[in-house]
């Protein structure tokens, strides 16, 4: 019988998975085929590597927020299907994996001679100090948060709908992954006004 109602959470799940995949695939091939790439990325040295990060930053936002009403229905106890919660608890989890990745690669040029980094320390070291140096490690909150409620959800999927205590545990740790990603997200933008790669 678990087997069962595991394969309908999965097929109730799956139109979900199509309309989102849709959705991205028709988005990337509107871009690539009618805006110049050149003018996307920019005319920095970093230019992909900054997009990169912003585009992952700007999809983890969407599936952060997204996880933030799942953290408001697991309280509220109106979580019907745990494949739903499953789906978006894993690209949760990769989106928060990917934006800190390319994040600590545009680090190293933010830290480079001549970089950003350079022209904060000379003229404003609280923002660096503050904003930057802040920004960066709160940021790294939000992966084992995001893996952790992944993790819940993959784990105990038959349990959710019964256990209040898992639905409250899992319903903190996206709570606590908007707000550290949404922080982090306010603070890269301002540093980006201040003094872009």
């Known amino acids: 019988m678990r087997d069962l109602k595991g394969a ?29 790439v050149a003018d996307l990325l920019g005319n920095s040295r970093y230019a992909l590597e900054g997009t990169l990060h912003g585009v992952t930053a700007v999809l983890f ?7 933030l009403f ?3 229905r697991l309280l509220t106890g109106t979580v019907q ?16 994996f990917l934006t800190i990745l390319f994040g600590n690669r545009i680090y190293i040029f ?4 001549g970089g950003p980094r350079t022209y904060f320390l000379e003229n404003m070291p609280q923002i660096h100090k503050i904003f930057f140096e802040f ?9 084992p948060l995001a893996v952790a409620a992944a993790f819940l959800f993959l784990i105990y999927r038959d349990q959710f ?17 908007f707000f550290y990603f949404l922080v982090t997200f306010t603070l890269g933008a301002a540093i980006t006004k201040l003094r872009a790669l």
């Open 8 to 36: 309908g959470d999965r097929e109730s799940a799956r139109p979900l998975v199509v309309v989102v995949g849709g959705l991205a695939l028709t988005g990337l091939t509107v871009t690539a085929v009618t805006a110049p």
């Open 110 to 113: 933010y830290r480079a001679q």
């Open 70 to 72: 799942q953290a408001y």
């Open 61 to 67: 936002m969407v599936t952060a927020t997204i996880g």
């Open 135 to 143: 920004k960066e490690f709160i940021a790294l909150f939000t992966l």
């Open 81 to 96: 299907h745990a494949a739903q919660l499953e789906f978006g608890g894993v690209v949760n989890a990769f989106l928060a």
């Open 161 to 177: 709908i019964r256990s209040r205590g898992l639905r409250n545990l899992a319903a903190v740790l996206l709570a606590l992954t």
